[in-house]
């Protein structure tokens, strides 16, 4: 199996779950925070990825790769970073109780 092919899941999974999140209050202020925690995660990823690849601390199979790269970091590696920026506040939210909220205020 190649990576391409096991970040696939990953992606569906977290679209699926942050899209039924989509009636709960805040959405679009939760999207917009998820984004920015991603573009962290983007930046935090490139630079420790690339750092860790070029110490030599771990390769990849060139045959397991899409073979697009930013810098040496395969870019498979910054889809679960991605994902987890969306799929972490998501659950989160679908798991909070509905009324908990108006009692908070």
Known sequence: ???PLLVIPFAVV?????LS???RPDF???MA???LTAAALFLL???FDNLMIAAGLFTYPEEHLSGLRIGLAPIEDFSYAICAAFLVPAVHTLLRRRDRGK???
């Open 14 to 18: 977290t679209a699926i779950v942050a």
């Open 33 to 35: 925070l998820s984004s």
């Open 45 to 47: 990823t490139a630079v």
């Open 1 to 3: 199996m190649t990576y």
């Open 28 to 30: 679009g202020h939760r």
């Open 21 to 23: 999140t989509i009636r």
């Open 103 to 105: 009692a908070d205020a």
